[in-house]
Each structure stands twice: as structure tokens, then as C-alpha cells.
């Protein structure tokens, strides 16, 4: 005779086989989602707004500068800095940080490389103008000067 009877033990089994595809989609998904900072902002930045803008057809030809206050005031003091990359620059400093961007382009390209300036709106005429001049001297003739949007009116 056969016993009848509730098994007590039920045997709970989770199949585990897709969890290695799982963890990749999920690590190729971040991986394209996510977007990397270029370089570490050293400098105050409270960009003005525009009254007109307009949009950059070739991202690849543009070298940021940006001016403003240092963050760090205790090391780099109180006065406006110049700021490229992930260093502090001084102006006498400008045309060879221009020349090294430029040699970076393909050659067909480099006589287009375009700076864009971030300026912080507190920041005198003062450094702008030796940037300015800095710039001409390295044959930077394309010069935007970056803003946060238009001026709602």
C-alpha cells in the first residue's frame, strides 16, 4: 500500500543561468548612458545669458577656456584665472596651449579649431582682453563666448 501524504520539505530551486546576461546588458546599458566630465572646473562659473544664440555644427574643432575666481582661493588666490584643460594658465601661456590643441586636429582641420570662451559674468574686461590678445597672437580667429540660454523677454 502505497502511503499519501504533504511532503514537508518543498525543494525551491531559482534557475541562475541568465543572471550573467542580465549583469552585462545592465553594464553595457550604463556604460553607453553615461556621460564622462571632460576636465575638472577650477574656476567660479556663473555664465550670462544670451540674447541671441547659435548652435555649433562641429563639436570636434572646439577648445574651451575658462575665466572666473578660483574655487580654491586659499592656493590660487582671489583674482581671476585662466583656466584650460585640467590647469591654471597664465595669459603669456595662451598661445602654446593653442598650438598643442591645434597639433591634436587632423591637419585638414586645424586651420578651423574655434575657441570657446566661459567667462564668469562677475569677471572684469581686463583678463578678457589679455585673452583676447593672447588668442590673435596664436591665430585663434574663431572666438565664441559661451552662454546659458536666451533672455526670456
Given at each position: 500500500m502505497a502511503k499519501f501524504g504533504?511532503?514537508?520539505k518543498a525543494e525551491v530551486s531559482i534557475p541562475t543561468s541568465a543572471l550573467p546576461d542580465i549583469?552585462?546588458?545592465l553594464l553595457f546599458f550604463f556604460?553607453?548612458?553615461t556621460v564622462l566630465r571632460e576636465q575638472e572646473i577650477?574656476?567660479?562659473q556663473k555664465i550670462p545669458q544670451a540674447?541671441?544664440?547659435q548652435k555649433l555644427q562641429k563639436k570636434s574643432l572646439i577648445s574651451y577656456i575658462f575665466i572666473g575666481k578660483p574655487k580654491n582661493t586659499t592656493q590660487y588666490g582671489t583674482e581671476p584665472r585662466?583656466?584650460?584643460n585640467d590647469a591654471l594658465l597664465e595669459t603669456?601661456?595662451?598661445v602654446q596651449w593653442v598650438n598643442q590643441e591645434r597639433?591634436?586636429?587632423?591637419e585638414a582641420d586645424r586651420g578651423g579649431i574655434t575657441i570657446s570662451m566661459k567667462i564668469d559674468r562677475d569677471v572684469k574686461m581686463g583678463p578678457i582682453s589679455d585673452v583676447q590678445t593672447e588668442l590673435r597672437e596664436a591665430d585663434a580667429r574663431r572666438v565664441l563666448y559661451a552662454s546659458i540660454g536666451k533672455v526670456k523677454k
Open positions: 504533504k511532503k514537508t549583469i552585462f546588458m556604460m553607453v548612458t577650477l574656476v567660479d540674447t541671441q544664440l585662466v583656466q584650460a603669456s601661456e595662451i597639433d591634436m586636429l587632423p
